[in-house]
Nanobody, 124 residues
Framework: QVRLVESGGGSVQAGGSLRLSCIVSGYTSSRNFMGWFRQAPGKLREGVAT????????NYADAVKGRFTISQDNAKNTVYLQMNSLKPEDTAMYYC?????????????????WGQGTQVTVSS
């Protein structure tokens, strides 16, 4: 059974930093994408950052480029999202995703496995 567990969310002031972690278990496919998505109240879930096997091909939403960094540690089965210079508009529930469905862009929400999410709140 595949399980994704996020952690690291919290409340910070604008300009602050957080590092989200996603521990993956039960997932054996190594040649696929993983990603971080977020969803604010009343808005659609949107892609934040994605990464391919062994840390290649990192991709970022325009809104977070230069501020967020996605990385992975295969030895720990963990994907990270380092978030710096946080803004109030970054406030959302953040989700980890794994196993992109064939034919879809990595920043789409077309993944087979999702975590439960971790809340990030940025105050001005």
């Amino acid at each position: 059974q595949v399980r994704l567990v996020e952690s690291g969310g919290g409340s910070v002031q604008a300009g602050g930093s957080l590092r989200l972690s996603c521990i993956v278990s039960g997932y054996t496919s190594s040649r696929n994408f993983m990603g971080w998505f977020r969803q604010a109240p009343g808005k659609l879930r949107e892609g934040v950052a994605t990464i391919f096997h062994n840390g290649r091909l990192p991709n970022y939403a325009d809104a977070v480029k230069g501020r967020f960094t996605i990385s992975q540690d295969n030895a720990k089965n963990t994907v990270y999202l380092q978030m710096n210079s946080l803004k109030p508009e970054d406030t959302a529930m953040y989700y980890c995703a794994a196993d992109l469905r064939p034919g879809y862009d990595s920043m789409s929400a077309q993944y087979n496995y999702w975590g439960q999410g971790t809340q990030v709140t940025v105050s001005s």
